[in-house]
């Protein structure tokens, strides 16, 4: 059974770091593109950081370029999301999905459109606060 889970998630300080995991079972998550989500309560949805697969190319949105990074820890099947300096108080659920736009039979690209992933994980809570 594929699944996919989020760790890593918690309470962090202005300006603090936190890293958030989400490893994959079931398939090899390197196959997929995979990206992270975060919603505000209230808000929508909206998608902060991507990695291809293949290439690896990665893309943020802007709020977060800069202090988050995307990478993939193939040894455990996982992708990481590092956050630094984190903004002000705030309350987030962090998700990971993977899956992406399938430009061809073994490329899968990102895309803002969480109906083009295939697979999302439960989220897992990060919570900005002195």
Same mark, same amino acid.
């Given at each position: 059974?594929?699944?996919?889970?989020?760790?890593?998630?918690?309470?962090?300080?202005?300006?603090?770091?936190?890293?958030?995991?989400?490893?994959?079972?079931?398939? %090899?998550?390197?196959?997929?593109?995979?990206?992270?989500?975060? $919603? /505000?309560?209230?808000?929508? +949805?909206?998608?902060? @950081?991507?990695?291809?697969?293949?290439?690896?190319?990665?893309?943020?949105?802007?709020?977060?370029?800069?202090?988050?990074?995307?990478?993939?820890?193939?040894?455990?099947?996982?992708?990481?999301?590092?956050?630094?300096?984190?903004?002000?108080?705030? %309350?987030?659920?962090?998700?990971?999905?993977?899956?992406?736009? $399938? /430009?061809?039979?073994?490329? +899968?690209?990102?895309? @803002?459109?969480?109906?083009?992933?295939?697979?999302?994980?439960?989220?897992?809570?990060?919570?900005?606060?002195?």
């Amino acid at each position: 059974q594929m699944h996919l889970e989020e760790s890593g998630g918690g309470l962090v300080q202005p300006g603090g770091s936190l890293s958030l995991s989400c490893a994959a079972s079931g398939f %090899t998550l390197n196959m997929y593109a995979v990206a992270w989500f975060r $919603q /505000a309560p209230g808000k929508e +949805r909206e998608q902060i @950081a991507c990695i291809q697969n293949v290439d690896h190319t990665t893309t943020y949105e802007e709020p977060v370029k800069g202090r988050f990074t995307i990478s993939r820890d193939n040894a455990k099947n996982s992708v990481i999301l590092q956050m630094n300096n984190r903004g002000p108080d705030v %309350t987030d659920v962090y998700s990971c999905a993977m899956g992406g736009v $399938q /430009a061809s039979w073994y490329i +899968r690209k990102c895309s @803002a459109d969480p109906s083009e992933w295939d697979l999302w994980g439960q989220g897992t809570p990060v919570t900005v606060s002195p």
